[in-house]
């Protein structure tokens, strides 16, 4: 069964960091794409950035590029979502996910349960 585990969210200042982790579980890590999505109140869910299996391809929205960057670390099996300058817009509930095969592009079958992300003004 796959298992994703978002953690890192939480309350921060405009203008500040913070970095997200998703924990995954062996078995649906290795060999497959990963992802970060959010959702705001009212607003339609996101896709925010995302890393083949490889890590030679990335995707981040242009919403938050040059701002958000996503990686990850095989030997841990984890997902990383760093965000820089975050703005009153980048908050939302952030939700890791995967995708079978290499490839970032395409529907994501795995997904975590959300982490909460708060940006003061």
């Known amino acids: 069964q796959a298992r994703l585990v978002e953690s890192g969210g939480g309350l921060v200042q405009t203008g500040g960091s913070l970095r997200l982790s998703c924990a995954v579980s062996r078995r649906t890590f290795n060999g497959n794409a990963m992802g970060w999505f959010r959702r705001a109140p009212g607003k339609e869910q996101e896709f925010v950035a995302a890393?083949?299996?490889?890590?030679?391809?990335?995707f981040h929205a242009d919403s938050v590029k040059g701002r958000f960057t996503i990686s990850k670390d095989n030997a841990r099996s984890t997902v990383y979502l760093q965000r820089n300058s975050l703005k009153p817009e980048d908050a939302a509930v952030y939700y890791c996910?995967?995708?079978?095969?290499?490839?970032?592009?395409?529907?994501?079958?795995?997904w975590g349960q959300g982490t909460q992300v708060t940006v003061s003004s």
């Open positions: 890393i083949s299996w490889s890590g030679d391809s990335k």
């Open positions: 996910a995967a995708r079978d095969g290499e490839s970032w592009r395409g529907l994501y079958g795995h």
